[in-house]
């Protein structure tokens, strides 16, 4: 055989030097070729590989039967599942403003919130963001993100006597487990109350003992706070004399604990918005 | 015909060879966004591709692996070009990827204990993933070639014997098995270019 064969080459290649080859002539050889060919060193290279590659897959036993059974319908029908079901990047596009999850359905699962804030953040007029440090108040722990969900204003508003007008209404909506809260803004003979209905409302603490729930009126921002006080059973309060209730129409409920510290604790448990 | 074919344009990468026109017919309606190809493609490669997954990451996430194989390829198949590598190493590639990911979630290192490798810095579990994506990918190919083809590459891989040995040993002429192992190790090697494009 002429040593400059093609085809010996490629077989010498393919062996590489765990066979039985000269590898001087295979040098030579292989230099003067890719000289003058360098189509053909590359697929005395490619062959070199492949030859590596298949034995070492035949030391490891991958010769036959390395395909398993699989029930391609099955697959063929998961695959179609990934591809429809799959959400497009940005999804806050795809939702229907306005729309709103169940109240009573906060689980607070971060990725959860995160898609409700996503929605909300295109669905509400004033969007109410985390409480953040301000010189009034130091939250508790990192609060995180505190999601406020939806802000829907109650489409009927209840009978009142003749000398009360409600002003505004809104639902407060659940961060956490709670739901079916409301809050009015309601005027009574020139005075400004805001009542604030939180049927069911609980929380661990409250109930051990070691804290209780605090009112307060946020602006959209959350960084100007006004403390309504402690819940009180009929859930009315009284405005200060003088107070504009549309620079502060965010309503917050929270839980504090007995430490003497009059500022917000960062733990809302119910929000939202009056549309006044 | 194809001789001579062969014989002018032997070592040219662009000799077609009609034995795989068939592959890339499928994958050219692949890339074209044809869904009765991506039904295709699924039948041909699951089988594969699960061997691997389950050898590469373990029978319980397998099947999850598969999917997202496919489901990624079908989304990029837009990066996947016909003319320079086979399908089924491309999709062997991102198979690879997925692995690669799962085990980099999960911050295991998959510890082959056939070559008992040992771990250090780096990620070396890639380089076991990779190596088993090669192979399984190689001998997939290898098996998927016709008989007589197989034959004359697999003497070629695991023997020393020379050209007219081999002719010898299949009982067959000696230009027919040197055209064999070129046309073989050419579809072997644009298997590998496939699985090199899903790096």
Not at chain 1, 181 to 188: G, H, Y
Not at chain 2, 10 to 32: H, I, T
Not at chain 2, 83 to 102: C, F, M, P, Q, S
Request: glycine share 8%.
């Amino acid at each position: 055989m002429h040593p400059h064969d093609d085809d010996e080459l490629l077989l010498n290649a393919v062996r590489g030097a765990s066979m039985n080859v000269d590898t001087a002539t295979l040098d030579t050889a292989t230099l003067d070729a890719a000289t003058l060919d360098p189509e053909l060193s590359d697929e005395l290279r490619a062959a070199s590989r492949l030859g590596d590659i298949a034995r070492a897959a035949r030391s490891r036993g991958l010769t036959t039967d390395f395909s398993d059974e699989v029930d391609v319908a099955s697959i063929a029908a998961s695959v179609r599942a990934g591809l429809a079901t799959s959400d497009d990047h940005g999804g806050s596009a795809q939702r229907t403003p306005g729309s709103a999850p169940s109240s009573s359905s906060g689980s607070g699962r971060p990725d959860h919130l995160a898609a409700v804030l996503a929605a909300n953040d295109s669905a509400s007029p004033t969007n109410v963001v985390p409480l953040r440090r301000t010189r009034r108040w130091v939250p508790a722990a990192a609060a995180a993100v505190v999601a406020v969900v939806s802000l829907g204003i109650v489409a009927t508003i209840a009978n009142r006597g003749p000398d009360e007008t409600v002003l505004a209404l809104t639902s407060l909506d659940a961060i956490g487990p709670a739901g079916g809260a409301t809050a009015e803004l309601v005027e009574v003979d020139g005075e400004l109350t805001v009542h604030v209905h939180t049927p069911g409302l609980t929380s661990p603490d409250v109930t051990a003992g070691d804290g209780y729930f605090e009112v307060w009126l946020l602006d959209a921002t959350a960084s100007e706070l006004l403390s309504l006080g402690p819940a009180v059973a009929d859930g009315v309060y009284s405005l200060p004399e003088g107070f504009d209730p549309a620079t502060l129409p965010v309503v917050d409920v929270s839980v504090e604990h007995f430490d003497g510290d009059p500022t917000h604790s960062g733990d809302s448990v119910l929000r939202g918005v009056l549309d006044i | 015909m194809t001789a001579a074919v062969a014989v002018l344009d032997r070592y040219r990468l662009d000799v077609v060879d009609p034995d795989s026109d068939n592959g890339k017919a499928l994958a050219r309606r692949f890339v074209a966004g044809d869904e009765t190809a991506l039904d295709e493609v699924v039948a041909a490669h699951a089988s594969s591709l699960h061997g691997f997954c389950r050898r590469a990451a373990g029978a319980d996430v397998a099947a999850d692996l598969v999917q997202e194989t496919f489901v990624a390829a079908w989304r990029s198949s837009h990066r996947f070009d016909p003319e320079r590598g086979a399908l089924g190493g491309w999709l062997t590639g991102i198979a690879r990827n997925k692995v690669r990911d799962h085990f980099r979630s999960r911050r295991l290192v998959p510890v082959d204990a056939h070559t008992a490798a040992t771990i250090a810095d780096g990620a070396p579990g890639d380089d076991i993933v990779d190596g088993l994506a090669e192979q399984m990918l190689v001998s997939e190919a290898l098996a998927q070639l016709p008989t007589n083809m197989r034959e004359s590459v697999e003497l070629a891989f695991f023997t020393g014997l020379t050209h007219n040995e081999i002719a010898e040993r299949t009982g067959r002429p000696l230009g027919s098995v040197k055209s064999d192992i070129r046309r073989g190790l050419s579809r072997l090697r644009r298997e590998l270019e496939g699985l090199d494009a899903s790096a």
